[in-house]
C-alpha cells in the first residue's frame, strides 16, 4: 500500500469521525436542552447501559477480521462469513443478559424500554462494524468515512423530527436504530459493489476455533476498557437516581468530545513506533517524549479553559437547569490531560509486542475505578464519579509508563520541562479569562484564551513555530511522518 494511499485513508476516517463527533456533541445538546434533566439522564443511561455491553457482541473480532483480511484477502468471504456467524451467537446471548440486567436493576419502565430498543441498535451497530472491518482489511476507509457520517445525519435528522412532533423519550433511540440501519444497508451494498463480497452467516468449527483463540487478547482489553468507560453511569444511575446521570452525561460529553485529537495523533504513531522498535531504541525513546509533550500542549489549554468557563458554557448550551454539572465537568476536564497522555505510552506497548502488559494496566484501572466510584459516590455524587474518572486516567497513564520504560528509555527531565512550562501557559491564561470573563462574551473568550496561551508558552521557550506547523501536519496527516517530531 502506497504512503499516499495511507494518508489518504487515514485522512478520510479522521476526518468522518471528527465530524461525527462534532454532530453527536450538537446531537446530544439539542437533546438535552429539549428533554430536561431526567430526560436526558434516560437517554444516556440507555446508551452507556448498551454500549457497555456491546462489547460483548465484538470481543475483538472486527480487529482480528482486519488484519487477517489483509493478510489473506482470498479468504474474505469465509472470514466475514464465520465472524458475523459467531456475532450473532454472541448478540443473542448479550441481549439476553442485557435485557436480564436492566430488569434486574429495576429501572424506570421507559429506561427499560430505551434500553430493549437500544440492543437491536447494540447489534446492528455490531454487524456493520464488521463489515466496516472487512473493508479496512482491503485498504479502503472511504465507504467506511461516508456510512459514518451520513449516518450520523440520518440519526439527527430523524431524532430532530422526533422532538419537533413531541414525540415519546423512546423515540430518541429509534432515531439511533434508523442511523445503525443506514449503515447496515450502506455496508452491504458496499462490499457487494466495490469488493464482490455479499455478507453471509456460517460457523466452520476450524474457522471458529482460530478466531477465538487470536481474538482473546483484544476481548479482554475491549471488555476492561468498556467497562471503565461507562460503568460510572450504571452506578450513578442506582446509587443516586437517573436524572443525575443526565448531569454527569453533560460534562462527560464535552469532556471527551476532545478524545479524536490523541486518537489521531496515535494512528500516526503506532506504525512508526513498531518500525523504531526494530531499527532504532534510541529514537523510539525520543519519540515517545516528544509525543507526550506535544499532547500535553494540546491538552492543557482545552483543560485549562474549558475548566475555567465551565459554568459559562453550561448555562449557554444547556441553560441553568444543568448547573449541577459544572464541578464535575472542571475535575473531567484535568482528568482528560491523563488521558490524553496514555496514547503514547498504549501505542507504544502496543507496538512493542506488550499488549498484554497494556491489558493488565487497563484491568487494574476498570477494578479500581469501580472501587472508587463505589465509595465516593454515595458520599459526594456525581463529583465523586468525576474523581474516580481523574484516579483512573492518571493510573492508566501511570501504569502505561511504568512498563514502557522496560523498553526505552524517556527523558524525564526534558518531560517534566515541558509539563511545567505547559501549566504555566495554561495558569496565565486562566488568570486571563477569570479576570476578563465577567465584562466578556464567551464567544470571544475562546480566541483570547488561545492568544494567551500560545504567548505565554513562546515566552517562556515551550514551543517554536516549526513545531506547531509538524504538530498539525501530523493531525492532519499531511505527509509528515510522526518521526519530524523528534528534534
Avoid at 133 to 145: D, V
Avoid at 258 to 278: D, G, I
Avoid at 335 to 340: E, T
Avoid at 469 to 474: A, G, K, S, T
Wanted: aromatic share 12%.
Amino acid at each position: 500500500m502506497s504512503g499516499g494511499k495511507v494518508v489518504r485513508n487515514t485522512s478520510y476516517l479522521v476526518m468522518a469521525f471528527v465530524g461525527q463527533k462534532v454532530l453527536t456533541f450538537v446531537y446530544f445538546t439539542v437533546i438535552a436542552r429539549t428533554v430536561g434533566v431526567e430526560g436526558a439522564g434516560r437517554y444516556f443511561l440507555a446508551v452507556s447501559f448498551t454500549t457497555m455491553f456491546s462489547i460483548f457482541v465484538d470481543l475483538g473480532l472486527a480487529n482480528v477480521l482486519v488484519r487477517e483480511i489483509a493478510k489473506f484477502p482470498d479468504k474474505a468471504k469465509s472470514l466475514l462469513a464465520n465472524v458475523l456467524g459467531i456475532k450473532l451467537m454472541l448478540a443473542v446471548l448479550t441481549v439476553a443478559a442485557a435485557l436480564v440486567t436492566a430488569r434486574l436493576l429495576d429501572y424506570h419502565p421507559q429506561t427499560t424500554l430505551m434500553i430493549s430498543i437500544a440492543c437491536a441498535v447494540m447489534v446492528l451497530d455490531s454487524m456493520h462494524l464488521v463489515l466496516y472491518a472487512a473493508m479496512r482489511g482491503f485498504q479502503n476507509l472511504k465507504y467506511e468515512a461516508v456510512g459514518v457520517v451520513t449516518g450520523q445525519i440520518v440519526i439527527i435528522t430523524v431524532g430532530s423530527t422526533f422532538l419537533y412532533l413531541k414525540m415519546p423519550l423512546h423515540f430518541l433511540v429509534v432515531a439511533l436504530l434508523c442511523g445503525s440501519t443506514w449503515n447496515v444497508i450502506w455496508a452491504v451494498w458496499s462490499l457487494k459493489r466495490r469488493f464482490g463480497v455479499l455478507p453471509s452467516f456460517r460457523i466452520d468449527r476450524p474457522m471458529a476455533r482460530f478466531l477465538w483463540g487470536v481474538t482473546i487478547p483484544f476481548a479482554f482489553a475491549g471488555i476492561f476498557s468498556r467497562v471503565y468507560s461507562y460503568i460510572d453511569s450504571i452506578m450513578i444511575s442506582k446509587l443516586i437516581s437517573e436524572a443525575a446521570v443526565g448531569l454527569y452525561g453533560v460534562a462527560y460529553k464535552i469532556a471527551f468530545a476532545f478524545q479524536f485529537m490523541p486518537m489521531a495523533f496515535a494512528a500516526a504513531l503506532y506504525p512508526a513506533m513498531s518500525e523504531q522498535y526494530v531499527t532504532d531504541r534510541k529514537k523510539l525513546g525520543a519519540l515517545l517524549t516528544v509525543s507526550m509533550n506535544y499532547l500535553m500542549l494540546i491538552a492543557v489549554p482545552i483543560a485549562f479553559g474549558v475548566a475555567t468557563l465551565a459554568e459559562e458554557f453550561i448555562l449557554m448550551l444547556y441553560g441553568p437547569e444543568f448547573l449541577g454539572s459544572v464541578m464535575p465537568l472542571q475535575i473531567l476536564m484535568f482528568s482528560l490531560i491523563f488521558a490524553f497522555l496514555y496514547w503514547p505510552g498504549g501505542s507504544l506497548l502496543n507496538a512493542t509486542d506488550r499488549q498484554a502488559l497494556n491489558t493488565a494496566v487497563m484491568g487494574t484501572t476498570m477494578v479500581l475505578n469501580i472501587v472508587l466510584n463505589a465509595i465516593l459516590i454515595p458520599r459526594l455524587g456525581i463529583v465523586g464519579a468525576a474523581f474516580a474518572a481523574l484516579a483512573g486516567n492518571a493510573l492508566l497513564w501511570a501504569g502505561a509508563m511504568w512498563f514502557s520504560r522496560k523498553v526505552v528509555r524517556v527523558d524525564k527531565r526534558a518531560f517534566f520541562k515541558m509539563a511545567f512550562k505547559t501549566l504555566f501557559a495554561g495558569i496565565v491564561m486562566s488568570a486571563a479569562l477569570v479576570a476578563l470573563r465577567d465584562r466578556t462574551h464567551v464567544a470571544l473568550l475562546v480566541p483570547l484564551a488561545a492568544f494567551v496561551y500560545t504567548g505565554a508558552l513562546f515566552a517562556v521557550g515551550g514551543v517554536t513555530l516549526k513545531e506547531v506547523r509538524v504538530i498539525l501536519d501530523v493531525l492532519r496527516k499531511k505527509g509528515r511522518g510522526v518521526s519530524d517530531l523528534i528534534p
